[in-house]
């Protein structure tokens, strides 16, 4: 039933443990990956690039139209089992279920990692991002898609997307869906993890006595701190491709194909005709009646229009590819960043990387889905909040706080830091547990880019996210961290021995004893991404010179040429953004299928 040995290649805790097939078996009652196949034709009505949080949704609902047949096309392979288990989600990035896009040196930050460069993680596998993501549950603001709607994106205000997050939610805590915010029949399981912390306890403590709401930020107010949810479904990841792919996998108008590399949209008179697609090292060429429909994430679907001729015509020439279409494809990169402030905990409280190998965790997870094992890698809480704090009356946060517990193991090779900060800041604890709060700036003023390196499909682009480019933006970050302080220092989380880690960044000596200064400088020298990277196929009013798409995701000046994922956003959200994608790919769908008429349709109607 399961690729042991599949299970046992990736590094998590659990590929040396004698009870990894236990926690196999204790999760095969969810298919978590759908069957694939080899066999495809040589045309269909649809074909979409990239089987993740936006193309799984899509071939998934345009196969519920009897009359067209789709192709889901896919780089990455069917990911392992325990990608399933919701606390060990790092430890599959930065292995093949990774892209691994690295970015050029940045100017402004990261001069505490190798060599002043951040890795960018996305999924490479069937349900994408969506394998290896937090997997909090977090729409954004209705401020953010009112936004979207007044700068020309037509039909994407918030009161025209919330038809749309209800309808892929099946959430299973009557005290959320009470509220009116929330669907209970969609295929997307959102639940709390069932594991309550000591630092989740003394948070929640904190947040009250301070004076902040604690919010179901998904409903009608975001501010405050949320209980989160997860996409979790009975203790185990809920991803695109559990959600919507699995359940469709036996129909026959969808080929869903692994190992499927797409290098080339093929463009003839201005109009998308197929593909060309690597094919477990075989080239193809794949013709769509219908449409192309691109959905391989922010920085492969701005990638993959520049190799077909889509993109800033100086771009295109320098890696001599014909133009085809001149359009700002790869500008307006934006992305969630922060940095973390690290606090020890007391020694009664056993370090996270304990608890996730203890042998008694691990026998409550298998016979009950529950503790340590369904942590979403030890963040416990999460909260919205503004530079003002609670004075603050605005319902648009600036920054978002995540508490995690920490494991020595996961930021020394998750972070890129490099040996120097490493042992300045870590070695100190080793042994000792502790708890990180990590500001996340939401709406960053910075704006990066995405280009060729050449016009080889294999060759990884540049990527330039520009981090810190814009004054603004680290002053955010800085409050945040200050936030993190004063929650660090009050009195229910003495309780458990938070104390700030008293080590110091190497070049920050001279800023001990100023927050301000001291702060500025940690989060220039080790920055974190939390991997949102969106905004790179702008959609909005055609007229506008910067945007790539019109409101209903089509190319511009390109007929039958569409794109359906996160780098449709024309800016970033006041929160995480797999949810948000997943919605796209639902709104997407639905535009897309206003054009498709089957006979069945009349009979049903008649």
Same mark, same amino acid.
């Given at each position: 039933?399961?690729?042991?040995?599949?299970?046992?290649?990736?590094?998590?805790?659990?590929?040396?443990?004698?009870?990894?097939?236990?926690?196999?078996?204790?999760?095969?009652?969810?298919?978590?990956?759908?069957?694939?196949?080899?066999?495809?034709?040589?045309?269909?009505?649809?074909?979409?690039?990239?089987?993740?949080?936006?193309?799984?949704?899509?071939?998934?609902?345009?196969?519920?139209?009897?009359?067209?047949?789709?192709?889901?096309?896919?780089?990455?392979?069917?990911?392992?089992?325990?990608?399933?288990?919701?606390?060990?989600?790092?430890?599959?990035?930065?292995?093949?279920?990774?892209?691994?896009?690295?970015?050029?040196?940045?100017?402004?930050?990261?001069?505490?990692?190798?060599?002043?460069?951040?890795?960018?993680?996305?999924?490479?596998?069937?349900?994408?991002?969506?394998?290896?993501?937090?997997?909090?549950?977090?729409?954004?603001?209705?401020?953010?898609?009112?936004?979207?709607?007044?700068?020309?994106?037509?039909?994407?205000?918030?009161?025209?997307?919330?038809?749309?997050?209800?309808?892929?939610?099946?959430?299973?805590?009557?005290?959320?869906?009470?509220?009116?915010?929330?669907?209970?029949?969609?295929?997307?399981?959102?639940?709390?993890?069932?594991?309550?912390?000591?630092?989740?306890?003394?948070?929640?403590?904190?947040?009250?006595?301070?004076?902040?709401?604690?919010?179901?930020?998904?409903?009608?107010?975001?501010?405050?701190?949320?209980?989160?949810?997860?996409?979790?479904?009975?203790?185990?990841?809920?991803?695109?491709?559990?959600?919507?792919?699995?359940?469709? @996998?036996?129909?026959?108008?969808?080929?869903?194909?692994?190992?499927?590399?797409?290098?080339?949209?093929?463009?003839?008179?201005?109009?998308?005709?197929?593909?060309?697609?690597?094919?477990?090292?075989?080239?193809?060429?794949?013709?769509?009646?219908?449409?192309?429909?691109?959905?391989?994430?922010?920085?492969?679907?701005?990638?993959?229009?520049?190799?077909?001729?889509?993109?800033?015509?100086?771009?295109?020439?320098?890696?001599?590819?014909?133009?085809?279409?001149?359009?700002?494809?790869?500008?307006?990169?934006?992305?969630?960043?922060?940095?973390?402030?690290?606090?020890?905990?007391?020694?009664?409280?056993?370090?996270?990387?304990?608890?996730?190998?203890? @042998?008694?965790?691990?026998?409550?997870?298998?016979?009950?889905?529950?503790?340590?094992?369904?942590?979403?890698?030890?963040?416990?809480?999460?909260?919205?909040?503004?530079?003002?704090?609670?004075?603050?009356?605005?319902?648009?946060?600036?920054?978002?706080?995540?508490?995690?517990?920490?494991?020595?193991?996961?930021?020394?090779?998750?972070?890129?830091?490099?040996?120097?900060?490493?042992?300045?800041?870590?070695?100190?604890?080793?042994?000792?547990?502790?708890?990180?709060?990590?500001?996340?700036?939401?709406?960053?003023?910075?704006?990066?880019?995405?280009?060729?390196?050449?016009?080889?499909?294999?060759?990884?682009?540049?990527?330039?996210?520009?981090?810190?480019?814009?004054?603004?933006?680290?002053?955010?970050?800085?409050?945040?961290?200050?936030?993190?302080?004063?929650?660090?220092?009050?009195?229910?989380?003495? @309780?458990?021995?938070?104390?700030?880690?008293?080590?110091?960044?190497?070049?920050?000596?001279?800023?001990?004893?100023?927050?301000?200064?001291?702060?500025?400088?940690?989060?220039?020298?080790?920055?974190?991404?939390?991997?949102?990277?969106?905004?790179?196929?702008?959609?909005?009013?055609?007229?506008?010179?910067?945007?790539?798409?019109?409101?209903?995701?089509?190319?511009?000046?390109?007929?039958?040429?569409?794109?359906?994922?996160?780098?449709?956003?024309?800016?970033?959200?006041?929160?995480?953004?797999?949810?948000?994608?997943?919605?796209?790919?639902?709104?997407?769908?639905?535009?897309?299928?206003?054009?498709?008429?089957?006979?069945?349709?009349?009979?049903?109607?008649?």
């Amino acid at each position: 039933m399961f690729d042991l040995s599949s299970e046992y290649y990736y590094p998590t805790p659990y590929a040396a443990s004698p009870l990894l097939p236990l926690i196999l078996l204790a999760m095969a009652g969810q298919k978590h990956s759908p069957d694939t196949t080899t066999d495809i034709s040589e045309e269909y009505d649809y074909i979409v690039v990239g089987a993740g949080s936006a193309g799984s949704v899509v071939a998934s609902r345009l196969s519920e139209k009897g009359c067209v047949t789709v192709l889901l096309l896919e780089a990455g392979k069917s990911p392992p089992q325990l990608t399933d288990l919701p606390v060990i989600n790092r430890y599959f990035t930065k292995t093949d279920l990774d892209w691994n896009f690295q970015t050029v040196a940045q100017e402004n930050a990261g001069m505490g990692l190798i060599n002043k460069t951040f890795t960018l993680s996305a999924g490479k596998a069937i349900g994408g991002s969506s394998i290896i993501n937090g997997l909090q549950s977090a729409r954004g603001n209705r401020k953010d898609y009112d936004n979207w709607a007044a700068q020309g994106a037509t039909g994407w205000s918030y009161e025209e997307v919330l038809p749309y997050f209800k309808k892929l939610e099946n959430n299973t805590d009557p005290e959320f869906v009470r509220n009116g915010y929330h669907g209970i029949n969609g295929p997307v399981t959102m639940s709390r993890p069932k594991y309550d912390s000591e630092l989740k306890i003394a948070v929640a403590k904190a947040a009250k006595q301070m004076g902040y709401d604690f919010t179901d930020s998904n409903g009608p107010q975001q501010k405050g701190f949320y209980d989160l949810q997860a996409t979790m479904r009975n203790g185990q990841r809920c991803s695109a491709a559990k959600a919507y792919l699995v359940p469709n @996998e036996n129909k026959e108008n969808l080929d869903i194909v692994k190992n499927a590399f797409v290098t080339k949209i093929i463009i003839e008179d201005r109009q998308a005709r197929g593909v060309e697609v690597d094919l477990n090292g075989i080239s193809r060429k794949v013709t769509a009646r219908r449409e192309v429909i691109l959905s391989a994430g922010t920085i492969n679907s701005a990638k993959l229009l520049m190799l077909s001729g889509i993109g800033p015509k100086e771009e295109l020439q320098k890696h001599k590819i014909p133009v085809v279409a001149d359009l700002p494809v790869g500008r307006n990169l934006q992305d969630h960043f922060g940095s973390m402030l690290n606090f020890e905990l007391s020694d009664k409280i056993e370090p996270f990387s304990q608890k996730i190998r203890k @042998e008694a965790n691990i026998w409550e997870y298998i016979n009950s889905k529950a503790g340590v094992l369904t942590s979403v890698y030890g963040v416990s809480t999460i909260a919205f909040l503004n530079t003002f704090g609670t004075n603050d009356t605005n319902d648009y946060p600036e920054f978002e706080l995540y508490f995690g517990e920490g494991a020595q193991e996961v930021v020394k090779h998750q972070f890129m830091i490099s040996n120097p900060y490493h042992k300045a800041i870590y070695e100190p604890y080793k042994e000792k547990p502790f708890y990180w709060c990590l500001c996340q700036i939401l709406h960053p003023k910075g704006r990066g880019y995405v280009a060729l390196r050449s016009s080889d499909p294999y060759d990884s682009p540049i990527i330039d996210p520009k981090y810190f480019s814009h004054p603004d933006d680290i002053k955010i970050v800085v409050a945040g961290m200050k936030k993190c302080k004063e929650i660090g220092k009050s009195e229910p989380l003495v @309780e458990i021995g938070s104390k700030l880690f008293s080590t110091v960044y190497p070049g920050c000596e001279n800023t001990v004893g100023d927050d301000d200064k001291n702060f500025r400088c940690m989060a220039r020298s080790i920055l974190i991404t939390s991997n949102h990277q969106v905004g790179t196929v702008k959609m909005g009013d055609p007229k506008d010179p910067s945007t790539v798409l019109d409101p209903q995701l089509r190319v511009k000046t390109i007929r039958n040429l569409r794109v359906v994922d996160a780098s449709v956003m024309p800016n970033s959200l006041s929160g995480n953004t797999n949810v948000p994608t997943m919605m796209i790919g639902e709104k997407a769908s639905d535009m897309i299928k206003e054009s498709i008429h089957c006979n069945s349709d009349n009979e049903l109607n008649a």
